[in-house]
């Protein structure tokens, strides 16, 4: 592997998105946090992930309409590249 794989952990629990952090970390992956899906589209545009461990029931926009935004944001990205 040439450098870390990057994983965007969403979820609005803290003590389950910690945890879940640590282990990743410890497995030597690049663990980047978001408390909810408005955090995780925001980090979208500012950042690459390999793999994004998503919760689907979240206060403010919950996880289908997260996925969907970052789904429509990723092929809006492609189209230029």
Do not use: C, W
Not at 1 to 15: E, N, P, Y
Not at 33 to 42: F, H, K, Q, S, T
Not at 53 to 80: A, C, W
């Amino acid at each position: 592997m040439a450098g870390k794989q990057a994983i965007l952990d969403v979820d609005d629990d803290a003590g389950f998105r910690d945890s879940m952090t640590a282990i990743l970390d410890d497995m030597d992956f690049l663990v980047t946090m978001a408390n909810d899906g408005y955090e995780a589209v925001e980090k979208m545009y500012h950042g690459n992930y390999d793999v994004i461990l998503l919760d689907f029931k979240m206060p403010g926009i919950n996880g289908v309409e997260t996925f969907h935004r970052i789904s429509d944001y990723s092929r809006y990205q492609r189209s230029f590249s």
